[in-house]
C-alpha cells in the first residue's frame, strides 16, 4: 500500500519546497512579478497557503529563494560549461554567451521558464542578477574590465531581453546563432 501524497509531502519537505519554488517561477513566467500571488503559487504547487507558509515565512521570502535557485541553476550551467572549454582570457564571458544563448535555443514552448530578462527588470529581480554578476566579476576580474568582454555580455543580455519566453522561429534561431557567434568574437584577445 503507498503512503497519502499529504503523508509522503510530510516526509519530502524538500520535495514540496522545491514545487514551490518551481511553481512561483511558472506563476512568474506567465503573468509577472506584479501578478504573483501566494494563492497562485500554493495551487500551483499542489498545497495550501498553510503549507506554503511553513516553509516560507513570506511572499518576499518565497521570492528571494525562487531567484536564489534561479541564479543558481544558471551559475552550475555556466561553471559546468567553464570547466569543458579551455581556460584563459574571456572563459566566464565566453561561457556566459554560450549558456545565454543556449537557454534561448532551448526554448520549446510560451513561457519558459528560467532567468527571463524581462521579469529581471523588475527592480527587486534586478537587484539579486547584478549582486550575482558582481560577485562573478570579482572572481574574474580581468573581464570585469576588458570592454570586448563586456560588449560581449551585453550583447548576450540584449539578445536575451527581444526573444526570451517564447520559442525561436527559424529566423529567430539564425540570428541568435550569429549574434552568438559574433560575441564569441569579441572574447577572443584583441
Known amino acids: 500500500?503507498?503512503?497519502?501524497?499529504?503523508?509522503?509531502?510530510?516526509?519530502?519537505?524538500?520535495?514540496?519546497?522545491?514545487?514551490?519554488?518551481?511553481?512561483?517561477?511558472?506563476?512568474?513566467?506567465?503573468?509577472?512579478l506584479a501578478a504573483l500571488t501566494v494563492q497562485d503559487v500554493a495551487r500551483a504547487a499542489g498545497v495550501s497557503k498553510g503549507a506554503l507558509f511553513h516553509h516560507f515565512s513570506s511572499k518576499q521570502a518565497l521570492l528571494d529563494a525562487t531567484l536564489t535557485a534561479l541564479v543558481s541553476a544558471f551559475e552550475q550551467d555556466l561553471r559546468a560549461h567553464m570547466l569543458q572549454a579551455p581556460p584563459g582570457h574571456g572563459c566566464f564571458t565566453r561561457a556566459y554567451v554560450e549558456v545565454s544563448f543556449n537557454h534561448l535555443l532551448q526554448q520549446t514552448q510560451d513561457n519558459d521558464i528560467g532567468l527571463t530578462m524581462a521579469n529581471l527588470l523588475e527592480p527587486a529581480m534586478l537587484a539579486h542578477w547584478r549582486e550575482w554578476m558582481r560577485g562573478m566579476l570579482a572572481e574574474f576580474p580581468g573581464e570585469a574590465t576588458d570592454p570586448r568582454l563586456y560588449a560581449a555580455r551585453c550583447a548576450a543580455d540584449g539578445y536575451w531581453a527581444t526573444a526570451y519566453g517564447r520559442p525561436l522561429d527559424e529566423q529567430e534561431r539564425h540570428n541568435a546563432l550569429a549574434m552568438a557567434g559574433e560575441a564569441l568574437k569579441l572574447c577572443m584577445p584583441g
Open 1 to 32: 500500500m503507498s503512503a497519502s501524497p499529504a503523508l509522503t509531502r510530510r516526509k519530502a519537505p524538500d520535495v514540496v519546497r522545491q514545487a514551490l519554488l518551481d511553481a512561483t517561477a511558472r506563476v512568474i513566467g506567465q503573468g509577472g
